[in-house]
């Protein structure tokens, strides 16, 4: 039996429409692909990509901010509190085989700062660029939702 895959979403809780239908078109294409969406769990990108998800008939899991899981958005299958406030990022991308940030705000940086100690596969769409020891961040970029999934499904093989 192969374990299905999990697919990070990561993007700020305050975003903007253009942010939010791309996290939507996101979570849409990693439920189209059979992946488990793992999020924050929270609103703005977090529940813009669990929409998306599950209006294509994926799973969605969201690692909370809070202790209870009444705190977690309406679209959300799988809810875990884990208390842990901004400190469960690590957790959102370490439970991803791979991450996919969208747009960001400081969570979605330290996040994304998460997944390159971890080694973790990175595709980002309109978000956080960066050098490291003078080197650009082995961030690839991608035009579209779509282009973003199945780069890092290719990056996942």
Known sequence: MNPRTYISV???SDASPEV?????????CVARAGAVLVTGGGGGAMEAACRGAR???GLTLGLLYGSSR??????LDLAVPTGMGEMRNVLVVRTGDGVLAVGGAFG?????AFALK???????????TASVGGKPAPIPSAGSARQAVDLLLR???
């Open 70 to 75: 009444s705190e977690g958005n309406d679209y």
């Open 10 to 12: 990561i993007g700020p």
């Open 155 to 157: 990056m996942l093989d």
């Open 55 to 57: 209006s294509a008939g």
């Open 20 to 28: 939010l239908r791309i996290a939507e078109e996101a979570g849409a």
């Open 118 to 128: 971890l080694g973790k596969p990175i595709v980002g769409i309109g978000t956080w």
């Open 108 to 112: 979605t940086l330290s996040e994304i």
